[in-house]
C-alpha cells in the first residue's frame, strides 16, 4: 500500500516497507514474509505447495522406488573395493544417484525421495553383514562387529545419502 509517497505493508498499514511478495506482489514487512526458494512471499502465497514440490503419487512412488534401489545397490558394492578413496566416490555416487532420481520425477524435489534414497544407502550398507550373520547364525555381539568393524561401507553410505538428500530435499 502507497501513501505518502512510502510504501507500507498490507497487513500492517503501520509498518513501513519497500519488500513485495515475489508472486502476488503486495508489499510485506518482516514479519508477515515467507522465504521460499523463490525469493519471499506473503504468507498467503508462501504457504501454497510449490510447483517444484507438488509430485504426483507415481513420481512420488518411481522416485522413491528407484532412489531406494540404486542407492541400496551402491551401497551394497561400492565399499568393498575402493579403501580410502570410499569418501570420494561417496560423494560422486551419491551425486549421480541424486541426478538420476532427480530427473525421474521431472526435476522436482521431496522431502519423502530424499529419505528413501537416503535410507537406501544406510540399508545397503549393513545389508552384507546383516546377511552374513543371518547366513552363519552369528550372536547379537557378532552383529555390532560386523557392521562397525569395517567403517569404509558406514562412511560411504553416510556421504553419499547426504549428496544425495540435498539434491532431492
Known amino acids: 500500500m502507497e501513501r505518502d509517497g512510502k510504501t507500507y505493508c498490507d497487513r500492517h498499514p503501520n509498518v513501513e516497507s519497500a519488500l513485495r511478495c515475489s ?8 514479519k508477515c514474509a515467507v522465504l521460499t526458494p523463490v525469493g519471499y512471499r506473503c504468507r498467503e502465497c508462501g504457504h501454497e505447495r ?7 503419487l507415481v513420481q512420488l512412488i518411481l522416485g522413491s522406488s528407484v532412489g531406494f534401489a540404486l542407492a541400496f545397490a551402491a551401497s ?19 551425486s549421480f544417484i541424486g541426478q538420476v532420481v ?5 526435476r522436482k524435489s521431496s522431502m519423502a525421495v530424499g529419505a528413501f534414497t537416503a535410507l537406501g544407502y544406510l540399508l545397503g550398507a549393513i ?26 561401507s558406514l562412511i560411504f553410505a553416510c556421504i553419499a545419502a547426504v549428496v544425495s538428500w540435498g539434491m532431492l530435499r
Open 76 to 94: 551394497a558394492i561400492i565399499p568393498g573395493t575402493i579403501g580410502f578413496f570410499i569418501i570420494f566416490a561417496g560423494a560422486i555416487v551419491g
Open 127 to 152: 545389508a552384507r553383514p546383516l546377511a552374513m550373520i543371518a547366513r552363519d547364525g552369528e550372536s547379537a555381539g557378532d552383529v555390532a562387529g560386523l557392521i562397525f568393524g569395517n567403517p569404509w
Open 23 to 30: 508472486r502476488c506482489e503486495k508489499y510485506i514487512c518482516p
Open 50 to 56: 510449490s510447483a517444484t514440490h507438488s509430485l504426483s
Open 102 to 106: 532427480v530427473r525421474i520425477v521431472g
